[in-house]
């Protein structure tokens, strides 16, 4: 059995989510995780105008709220030129999981996040990425260095890896996020297909746990 997580670190309902999402595997540690790049707004070529910026501060706000997390408005405002493709953040994630399989990936996840959500970082940028990525799995204790995450975050491998994570999430007909499944044998269960709080994740996780106990005798 595992958990799957579905999502794109650009999405600010993903992005509140993290907590809600490690306060559940916390209580879960018998449940491996697993995250699957979502690729929310892969390969976007349009500029972010000022109406989608008022739109997704309209977003930001109902997550706020609902989260808790902090959102650097006016770092969004003052961003020019700026284009929302979330191909390249999702790709940082695909890459710290092949530099280090066994690293909490969670905690990059969310550590992405951070830095567009709340640092305001351009996380289109590859080198803004592979700072932010790296230092994440160097605070995790796999020692890796800037220049090595943006050199396989580059690599043609890591980019097909990245569509492969896209296409399977369209396989399972998951066509918004965050998603978060649990695999039994070959079988798949939605846990929260949503935005939801731990507890609410925790009913749903027991629910899907003791039906298939029930269902095959274990």
């Known amino acids: 059995m595992e958990l799957i997580f579905v999502g794109d670190p650009m999405c600010s ?9 490690s306060a559940l595997t916390a209580r879960f540690p018998q449940l491996p995780l697993r995250i699957v790049a979502g690729g929310l707004r892969a390969g976007a070529t349009d500029v972010l105008d000022n ?28 961003r020019t030129g700026f284009v929302y493709d979330t191909e390249p953040i999702c790709r940082a994630v695909v890459t710290a999981r092949d530099l280090a399989p066994d690293a909490d990936l969670l905690a990059v996840f969310r550590a992405l996040q951070h830095a567009f959500y709340v640092d305001a970082l351009d996380t289109t940028d590859g080198r803004v990425l ?23 975050w580059q690599a043609p491998e890591i980019q097909a890896q990245a569509q492969a994570d896209f296409a399977l999430a369209r396989s399972w007909n998951i066509r918004s996020f965050p998603a978060l499944l649990l695999r039994v044998g070959n079988e798949l269960h939605m846990i929260a297909g949503s935005y939801s709080a731990a507890e609410m994740l925790e009913r749903r996780l027991h629910a899907v746990l003791e039906e298939t106990a029930a269902r095959t005798g274990t």
């Open 130 to 152: 592979a700072e932010a990525g790296s230092q994440a799995l160097t605070r995790l204790g796999f020692a890796v260095r800037a220049d090595t995450f943006l050199a396989r």
């Open 51 to 78: 109406a989608g910026k008022q739109m997704r501060l309209q977003h930001w706000a109902r997550v706020e709220q609902a989260s808790g997390l902090p959102f650097n408005r006016q770092g969004l405002l003052d």
């Open 13 to 21: 309902w993903c992005y509140g989510f993290g907590k809600e999402l």
